[in-house]
């Protein structure tokens, strides 16, 4: 079963060397999951300052800065990982480090029609 | 349909003693809620049609799961017919037609664990939990799970598809917690059962019957958990809820309005309910590993064993509230703490706390504790500051039973003083 770890968490509530040390951390965890064949894919994500959207509206691409939404926490990585069941994937997302700082949401990833 | 050769309530018990047992063991085997209860029901149709009356099989249990199983395998195909089955389905069909051997009493237990951690996983929705473990584990009908709670079926019934669709579709596993996930999943467990203990016990609106079969489904369901586990917090769940079932004859007179505890028919207590949950309780606090709703117990089990208020041991009381105090700070606790301080030490020491907790914000507007200091400037012979009290209490309740005797308490007032 496959699910989508998105880590969200209030990207100016964190000091560099938090940052760092959060990175080396997911870091880790990613490899141990790689060698168990659990790792699909991993990315922390750059600001949401760097964030542009897009949106088609009667035929017209209208592009904005910024994310979809304004919030207080946002997306800034995610996991993909293959994996048993949910308790599972619930226990890795709760070693991640920003899981103590922010929310790691868990998605199945919807299997698509064979 | 039914074959008449089975009377209606011999019937009803087979249904009653196996369908939840064999459910959760087709829940395990065929890892789909809904084919598997498609498959009891088949199940149970051909145990009609074959069973004779005065000759049933040694283990109906485990007939009804191998025919439920092989049911389950008709049905994937019939529902196949026009296409090929998918390599998964072919795989379960297989494994089914394999698993010959018989199913232990173990098995069929674990697999009744199984079902209701899964019908509890904190994934699921609190709103849905409940329905869902009534549906599931006690066997309710949606019909009487809706009324139950005031909601209409086509409200319930969504819930309960909802948390199905969460299990299957996020893949919440079917197992019985580890060791050291255990308190945790069991204590979302216990707090489903006490919900549901509670909507059947308060004095809310709705069907009284339907309530009254809340509270039993509670205690049967402790009564199950506490066969499957063994564990100190089970036991005392099961001793509250006992302690207070104990009571139910002489908390509501025939208006249907609430009788305080102190003002109560303790001749109308049930005894042998009284019985079994001090018992549960001593062995609990025996145990040295009890929590929360042992100590409620024990304070309920207190006044369980007073002839009268003025012959409960107020000591212990205050004590047993302090030790919950310690564990986890709360209001609502110092609220009642303080109401049994008031009979110790009389009304101006449970006033004094009373009077701190009106400013923090959470209590402020909780309309048993204006009632409490209504009562307590009562007995403090303060009819002015009593009446103020009562009418900032009658003002915040919400539910009629509460708010009549508020009124009720009002007008003693005034009679005293004319």
Known sequence: ?114 | MINSKHNDNQIADLYKQNSRKVLATLVRLLGDFDLAEEAMHEAFTSALELWQPDNLPDNPTSWLISTGRHKAIDIIRRRRRFQALAPELIKLTEALADYNQAISQKEIEDDQLRLIFTCCHPAIDPKVQIPLILREVCGLTTEEIASAFLTSTSTMAQRIVRGKNKIRDAKIPYVIPTIHELPQRLDSVLSVIYLVFNEGYSASAGDSVIRNELTYEAIRLNRLLLTLINDAEVMGLLALMLLHESRRDARIDQNGDIILLEEQNRKLWNQSLIFEGVALVQQSLNSKQFGFYTIQAAISAVHAQSSSTADTDWNQIIALYGILLNNEPSPIIELNQAVAIAMRDGPQAGLNILNKLKHSSELANYHLLHCARGELYKRAEQPEQAKNAFEQALKLAKQAPEQRLIQKKLASLKNKSN
């Open chain 1, 1 to 114: 079963m496959q699910y989508m770890l998105l880590i969200y968490s209030d990207e100016n509530n964190w000091t560099e060397e938090e940052g760092k040390a959060c990175m080396l951390e997911s870091m880790a965890i990613a490899n141990e999951l790689a060698e168990q064949g659990k790792w699909i894919a991993s990315s922390p994500l750059d600001s949401v300052k760097t964030a542009t959207s897009v949106r088609l509206r009667n035929g017209k691409r209208i592009i904005t800065d910024g994310p979809f939404a304004e919030t207080t926490e946002q997306l800034g990585g995610y996991f993909i990982i293959d994996v048993s069941d949910l308790d599972e994937a619930l226990e890795i997302a709760g070693r991640l480090p920003p899981a103590k700082k922010g929310t790691v949401e868990i998605r199945p990833l919807f299997p698509l029609p064979v």
